[in-house]
C-alpha cells in the first residue's frame, strides 16, 4: 500500500526499516524509550505481526513516521481471535515533520486494513501480550490526546501506573501480625514451588484471565527464582492444595521491578489476603537488592488502588486507553 501526503510518502513495513524506526522511535519518544529486543520482540516477532498494518513514513530520502497496528490471527490460551478489534499500539512522527497531516494519513491507512479485515473497533493500545504502555499519556503528551479526540476516539479507561520506593522498606508489624493469623486460619503465605505450579495455573484459568496465565507461566518456564512468585494456600478437603491468591514479580519483560499480576479470588477476598502477599513480595524485592517497584495499570479509587496506595505507592503516569468504533 502506497500513498502520499504532504510531499511525503506513506508505505508499509518492508524488511530493513527495522533499525531506521527504532531509532526515530527513541527520538521521538523518549519518555517511552525502547530498547532494540524489545521493539523487535514486540513487533516483527510477535505472531500476529502483519507488514500491512505497519505504516511507514518518508520523507527526504528517510523515515519520518511510524504507525503500528494489529490484529489477532492467532488465539492466545483463554483468548479467542477478538474478530471485531485492532490495535493501534504505537504512532509517531519526527518532530520536524509534524503538523504536515502525515500522523492523520497514517492513521487512515491503519483504519483501511482494520476494516479490510473485517475489524469494527479500534483501540489504543491494551494488545495482549506486547502492548508498550496501557494508553495515551495525557500528562506527558497532551497533543497526543487532542489528536484522537480529533478523530473521533473517546476515552474508555483512565488508568494510573504507579510505583513505590523500597530502600527502606520493612513490613508493619500489624501486616505481620495478619500473617500470622492468616497461617493459623490455615492459609499460608509462601513462595512457589513445583507442587502449586499446577494449583497456581488452575486458579488464574478459573478466575483470573489468560494474559496472566501466560505471564505466570512464562516466568516458570523462564527460569525466573521461586521467590518471584508469592502464593497464599490453603488445604482443600481432600487434603489437596488449593491457591487462593497469588502476586509476582519480574514476570514482564525480564524487568525485575515490575510488580504484577495479583490477584485473590472472590470467595476469599476481605481477609486481607491480598496485603500479606503484597508487603510480603515488597520485603522480598527490598531484600533482593531492588530500590522500587512499579506497575502500569490501575485505578486509584479501586480495592486495588486504594491497597497500594496504603503500601506507600504514588501515582507517577496516568493513560487514556481510548476507543473507536469504524465504520
Not at 50 to 55: L, T, V
Not at 146 to 169: C, N, T, V, W, Y
Request: aromatic share 12%; charged share 25%; with cysteine.
Amino acid at each position: 500500500m502506497v500513498g502520499d501526503c504532504a510531499r511525503s510518502t506513506l508505505r508499509t513495513y518492508r524488511g530493513g526499516d527495522e533499525s531506521e524506526i527504532w531509532r526515530l522511535w527513541n527520538q521521538c519518544l523518549p519518555r517511552e524509550g525502547i530498547s532494540w529486543e524489545q521493539f523487535l520482540k514486540k513487533t516483527i516477532l510477535d505472531q500476529n505481526f502483519d507488514p500491512e498494518g505497519a505504516i511507514v513514513a518518508e520523507a527526504d530520502g528517510r523515515i519520518v513516521g511510524f504507525a503500528y497496528s494489529i490484529l489477532r490471527r492467532i488465539p492466545m490460551q483463554g483468548i479467542d481471535l477478538e474478530p471485531e478489534r485492532g490495535w493501534l499500539t504505537a504512532i509517531f512522527v519526527d518532530p520536524d515533520y509534524r503538523r504536515r497531516g502525515i500522523a492523520s494519513a497514517m492513521l487512515d491507512q491503519i483504519v483501511a486494513f482494520l476494516a479490510r479485515n473485517g475489524r469494527r473497533v479500534l483501540s489504543v493500545s491494551p494488545y495482549t501480550p506486547n502492548y508498550f504502555w496501557p494508553g495515551v499519556d495525557s500528562g506527558h503528551h497532551p497533543e497526543a490526546d487532542r489528536f484522537f479526540q480529533k478523530h473521533g476516539f473517546e476515552i474508555k479507561s483512565a488508568p494510573h501506573a504507579m510505583e513505590a520506593d523500597l530502600r527502606f522498606f520493612a513490613i508493619p508489624a500489624e501486616v505481620s501480625e495478619k500473617i500470622r493469623q492468616l497461617e493459623e486460619e490455615g492459609i499460608c503465605i509462601q513462595f512457589i514451588e513445583p507442587k502449586l505450579y499446577v494449583p497456581l495455573f488452575t486458579t488464574i484459568e478459573q478466575h483470573f484471565s489468560a494474559e496472566w496465565l501466560r505471564v505466570a507461566r512464562e516466568a516458570l518456564w523462564r527460569g525466573a527464582s521461586q521467590d518471584s512468585i508469592l502464593v497464599a494456600v490453603r488445604d482443600k478437603p481432600d487434603g489437596t492444595a488449593e491457591v487462593v491468591g497469588w502476586c509476582q514479580y519480574g514476570g514482564y519483560d525480564d524487568m525485575p521491578e515490575r510488580f504484577g499480576p495479583f490477584g485473590v479470588i472472590e470467595a476469599m477476598r476481605g481477609k486481607q489476603i491480598g496485603k500479606a502477599l503484597l508487603y510480603r513480595c515488597m520485603e522480598t524485592m527490598r531484600q533482593k537488592g531492588l530500590h522500587s517497584v512499579w506497575f502500569l495499570w490501575t485505578h486509584l479509587d479501586s480495592p486495588a488502588g486504594k491497597l497500594y496506595q496504603k503500601a506507600g505507592f504514588k501515582p507517577y503516569r496516568q493513560f487514556h486507553v481510548y476507543e473507536k468504533a469504524l465504520a
